[in-house]
């Protein structure tokens, strides 16, 4: 998988208006998320139209809160595998909020973000974590300052305002798939 200015070769492109220029250029961070609109509804275009600006808050009566938010991930990551890209890695999508990692706040500033179609009690799928292994392990080699090391879920940046990705999302078996890429690498 390779990237060209910050787009990821085989992800369908979506672009978004919700970005900006990062104040350093530093990618350090990959924050993992789910999402899902309406609330455990999956398929739908929902997802695509808010991180595009033009979702119709009649659609759903759990829509009205959304009305006039700006917000974008780098990446989506559907039930069935599919990889959609709304943002490019090198600008700062509207993912993470208000975040601390560290010491450091703003945490869009310096992160990658990654939404899972899903829910913190529904498991993810197969294809999910297929697809979620090759995206990192492709970031990884792009981006050399992000490392296994630094993948955190929304949870981990925004404690007392976020669950996601929830605990149905098997860490162990992620980063246990990571770092076996890690160590072909090496060797």
Request: charged letters at 25%; aromatic letters at 10%; one cysteine or more.
């Amino acid at each position: 998988m390779r990237f060209e200015l910050g787009w990821c070769e085989g992800a369908r492109r979506c672009e978004s208006p919700h970005f900006n220029q990062r104040p350093l250029g530093e990618v350090s961070l990959l924050v993992i998320h789910n999402i899902s609109l309406p609330a455990g509804c999956f398929g739908l275009p929902y997802i695509d139209q808010l991180f595009q600006g033009c979702l119709d808050t009649n659609a759903d009566a759990s829509f009205a809160q959304l009305q006039g938010l700006e917000v974008s991930a780098h990446f989506l990551i559907r039930r069935n595998g599919e990889r959609v890209q709304y943002v490019s890695c090198n600008d700062r999508a509207w993912h993470a909020g208000v975040s601390r990692y560290g010491e450091r706040e703003n945490c869009n500033d310096f992160s990658i973000g990654i939404e899972l179609e899903g829910t913190d009690t529904e498991p993810y799928t197969p294809d999910q974590y297929q697809s979620l292994t090759a995206l990192t392990q492709a970031l990884l080699a792009e981006y050399p300052s992000l490392s296994t090391e630094r993948i955190v879920g929304h949870c981990d940046i925004a404690p007392m305002r976020k669950t996601d990705p929830g605990q149905s999302f098997d860490w162990e078996r992620y980063l246990e798939k990571l770092k076996e890429y890690t160590q072909e690498l090496r060797s």
